[in-house]
Structure formats: C-alpha cells, structure tokens
C-alpha cells in the first residue's frame, strides 16, 4: 500500500499561475475528490503527480520520500501512479484489439510471465471490471462497444501495473447518464477490495460527495475548502463551495419547493 503526498505544489506557466501551494495527501483505502470549474487547475495537479509536467515549486512524496525524476525509482513510481482519462473515445486505438490493449501494459510492468500467463492476466483483469466473457471481449475492438464499456477497458489496462495510487480524471462526463453510477461503483469497489488510493477529479460536487471519503475544493489554482465528504457539502464555507453545493442536484430540496 502507498501513500502520495503532495507539498506546496506549484506550477507557473510564464505570467500564469494554474496551481498554487497546493497540499494534500492520498491515502491508501480512501477517495479524495477534486472537485472545481474547468481552468481551476486540477487536471495540472494530475499532470504533476503522474510527473507529465514538473513543478515549479513543491514536492511530491511517496511513503514519505521524494520521487526521483530518474533511474529505477521512478520507474517504480510510474507504476505506482496510473491514470484513467476523461475520454474512452480517444484513449484507445481503434485499429487494434481489447487484448492488445491490456497486454502492452502487462508485458511491460511483469516482464517474468510467460505468453500464456500474460494472457491468463489479461483475461482475468477484463473480469475485474465486470466485462465478460472476458474472451470474447479480448477479442472485440474499441469500435465494437458502448462507451461504458470502453471505459471499463481503460480502467483495466490502469489496473494492469497493480498500482497503489489511481487517478481519475472526469471518468464519467464523457459517458451517458444512464451507466454512470455503474462505472463510478465500479471504481468504488475496486478503490475498496485493492485498498486503493483514488483521487476523483471532477466538476460534480454531488457524485463528489457520494463516491468520495474526503473534498478538496479548488478555485483559481488554490485549495478553498477541504475536509469529510459530507462536511464541505452540508456546511460549506467558502462562497465557491456555497455555489457549487447550491447547484449541485439536489431531490430533497426539488420536493421541498414543488410542496404547497
């Protein structure tokens, strides 16, 4: 199990500034929630815990230790840290197969299997995400399914390195509202049975509070509000966080109103 630490992140771009003195810690078992407007700098707090971008000021930490931008530790740290992107439309290659897919990322982090035990994992983390009979899927190109189910690929080839730390970046606003809980479950129960760390970027304050253990509230590249799911949504402080809970959707208070 791992745990990433984020410390006094910083990121200036030029005259710029899209993350600034950013802390937080992702634990092992628990899903933080990024939550913000696009432009308010998460999708940069992703880009820099994967170690796509380096950060101007701050570090990263992993178990306590700086990450090494070189050599075998971070090697090991790109493991560790793995990402599900926004889009499953652009994120797969359409001119090849499932189980290619899956087996790139298998062959390259478990160098040791052997052709039918690469296969045999494939197969088995297709299972993991609910997609079976996972042979027939192996063999189906991205084309060939609906776009939760592309998802769901994307979340197995993430869980193909066996990491300790998942990010998940706007997981679900590219997919139909009708398999959204399905795929946000999916991530819940899989971020419970691997005693995953999961941070959950997006911009829905109410998927926010179901799905997550703690919020992270972020505006303008900053950390506003943070703190347990329920606390920032029912007692927001922050007038920020008091406009994203007031349009987050809310049936309770759609009854209340809709009463004579």
């Given at each position: 199990m791992?745990?990433?630490?984020?410390r006094?992140?910083g990121?200036?771009?030029?005259?710029?500034?899209?993350?600034?003195?950013?802390?937080?810690?992702?634990?092992?078992?628990r899903?933080?929630?990024?939550?913000?407007?696009?432009?308010?700098?998460?999708?940069?707090?992703?880009?820099?815990?994967?170690?796509l971008?380096?950060?101007?000021?701050?570090?990263?930490?992993?178990?306590?230790?700086?990450?090494?931008?070189?050599?075998?530790?971070?090697?090991?740290?790109?493991?560790?840290?793995?990402?599900?992107?926004?889009?499953?439309?652009?994120s797969?290659?359409?001119?090849?197969?499932v189980g290619?897919?899956?087996?790139?990322?298998?062959?390259?982090?478990?160098?040791?299997?052997?052709?039918?035990?690469?296969?045999?994992?494939?197969?088995?983390?297709?299972?993991r995400?609910r997609l079976?009979?996972?042979?027939?899927?192996?063999?189906?190109?991205?084309?060939?399914?609906?776009?939760?189910?592309?998802?769901?690929?994307?979340?197995?080839?993430?869980?193909?390195?066996e990491?300790?730390?998942?990010?998940a970046?706007?997981?679900?606003?590219?997919?139909?509202?009708?398999?959204?809980l399905?795929?946000?479950?999916?991530?819940?129960?899989?971020?419970?049975?691997?005693q995953?760390?999961?941070?959950?970027?997006?911009?829905?304050?109410?998927?926010?509070?179901?799905?997550?253990?703690?919020?992270?509230?972020?505006?303008?590249?900053?950390?506003?509000?943070r703190?347990?799911?329920?606390?920032?949504?029912?007692?927001?402080?922050?007038?920020?966080?008091?406009?994203?809970?007031e349009?987050?959707?809310?049936p309770?208070?759609?009854?209340?109103?809709?009463?004579?």
């Amino acid at each position: 199990m791992t745990t990433v630490e984020a410390r006094g992140l910083g990121k200036r771009y030029r005259k710029f500034v899209a993350v600034d003195d950013v802390s937080f810690t992702l634990e092992p078992g628990r899903t933080t929630a990024l939550v913000g407007q696009s432009g308010s700098g998460k999708s940069t707090i992703a880009k820099l815990l994967l170690q796509l971008e380096r950060p101007t000021s701050g570090q990263i930490l992993v178990d306590g230790e700086p990450v090494a931008r070189r050599g075998a530790a971070a090697a090991a740290y790109r493991r560790t840290v793995q990402m599900v992107f926004q889009d499953p439309y652009a994120s797969l290659n359409p001119f090849h197969s499932v189980g290619h897919h899956l087996e790139r990322p298998v062959r390259l982090h478990h160098r040791e299997l052997t052709g039918p035990q690469v296969r045999e994992r494939v197969l088995h983390l297709l299972e993991r995400v609910r997609l079976t009979p996972a042979e027939e899927v192996a063999r189906r190109r991205p084309h060939e399914l609906s776009g939760g189910q592309r998802q769901r690929v994307a979340i197995a080839r993430a869980l193909a390195p066996e990491p300790g730390i998942l990010i998940a970046d706007e997981p679900v606003s590219m997919l139909d509202v009708s398999i959204r809980l399905g795929v946000l479950n999916l991530l819940a129960d899989l971020q419970r049975e691997e005693q995953l760390a999961v941070l959950y970027i997006t911009h829905d304050l109410a998927t926010a509070r179901h799905f997550s253990d703690d919020i992270l509230v972020m505006y303008q590249g900053r950390i506003v509000e943070r703190g347990p799911a329920d606390d920032v949504i029912i007692n927001p402080r922050h007038e920020y966080t008091k406009l994203l809970a007031e349009a987050a959707p809310n049936p309770e208070r759609r009854i209340k109103n809709l009463q004579p």
